[in-house]
């Protein structure tokens, strides 16, 4: 196995673009393909700063090391689920990342600061943790990167992630996600700018970028996600590319050259409430009502009775 670039020896294949890489330019590809997705996407201007939302896992670690290769100024943002020993264990990837490199790290916890934990949360309001999971997040990631001043907030959303996001959006017909389902979306009524910059890599690259760079990342998978069905999609989607390489990247991608612009959200269908955002009355967040779902969420959460997280399994 021989380096496309380089003709030495090869440590990995990347069958989507049919081709083998040495070391340095396996990672010289990985910060191209980075590179081009702010560019192709319009993501981010020369020097802007972005606040990095690292969970200790290999895809935001990897993120937040590909964008200060990039030149870019970052910080990182970890929010404590109170997910057991997975957010113990995480947390301390993410606080070795940056204290090894000298990097400012922003910690949220969320039972500290807003008197709940994720397993708590998903009992007391009778919904799939993944999904309590998602509105805690945002909240605090949306109120971080604008509480910072930051350009953009980053995450580390991966073509397997986006491509399985997809999948289970076009299978239930969801227009109005269809429709907001962009690498990007701008800085809007009281939203800091999102941006993905991963999505040109799979989890296998942003994975063996980590090992490569000698990143140490959070491997167990967390307790919580079991059932969840976006890695029944995942499942799907990797045995579709392990008989057709490529399908992956030809679905997400085609989907945003050919077929994005057809969708509209309800917003501009003039369907569901139609009503305008307004200021949350207890945390400033822009909701259609008078107190935003994150609110409404917390304070149910916050007294609840703590639930424990579920013992998450060792690898094997
Ligand atoms: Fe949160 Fe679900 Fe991800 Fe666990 S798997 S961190 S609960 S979104
Ligand atoms: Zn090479
Ligand atoms: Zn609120």
């Not at 971080?144 to 986006?162: S, V």
């Not at 997809?166 to 941006?195: C, H, M, S």
């Not at 703590?306 to 060792?314: I, Y």
Request: glycine residues 10%.
């Amino acid at each position: 196995m021989k380096c496309r670039v380089c003709k030495g020896p090869a440590v990995i294949d990347v069958r989507r673009h049919n081709a083998n890489f040495c070391a340095e330019h396996f990672l010289r590809l990985c910060r191209d393909q980075v590179a081009k997705a702010i560019s192709q996407f319009a993501m981010l201007a020369p020097g802007e700063r972005v606040l990095v939302a690292v969970s200790g896992g290999k895809d935001s670690l990897a993120l937040w090391d590909l964008l200060l290769e990039l030149g870019y100024p970052t910080d990182g943002l970890y929010v404590g689920l109170g997910i057991g020993d997975y957010s113990d264990s995480s947390a301390t990837y993410a606080r070795a990342f940056a204290a090894e490199r000298d990097l400012e790290l922003i910690e949220v916890d969320l039972r500290e600061t807003h008197g709940y934990d994720i397993p708590t949360g998903a009992k007391a309001a009778k919904r799939a943790p993944c999904s309590v999971c998602g509105i805690s997040k945002r909240h605090v990631f949306d109120r971080a990167a604008l509480d910072g001043g930051y350009d953009a907030l980053a995450t580390g959303h991966n073509l397997d992630d986006e491509a399985a996001v997809l999948f289970g959006n076009v299978l239930r017909w969801e227009t109005d996600y269809l429709a907001r389902q962009q690498p990007v979306l701008p800085a809007r009524d009281g939203f800091p700018r999102k941006i993905k910059p991963l999505v040109r890599l799979g989890e296998r690259e942003s994975a063996a970028y980590c090992i490569l760079r000698g990143i140490d990342y959070e491997v167990e998978e967390c307790p919580m996600a079991v059932g969840n069905k976006h890695l029944g999609y995942k499942e799907a989607l990797n045995a579709i590319e392990t008989t057709s390489p490529g399908s992956k990247q030809q679905f997400y991608f085609g989907y945003l050259e050919r077929a994005a612009s057809r969708f509209t959200t309800d917003e501009e269908d003039g369907v569901g409430d139609g009503v305008a955002l307004s200021a949350c009355q207890r945390c400033g967040a822009p909701t259609p009502g008078e107190v935003c779902g994150f609110c409404r969420l917390a304070e149910r959460a916050s007294q609840a009775q703590p639930v424990a997280a579920p013992v998450r399994k060792m690898a094997s």
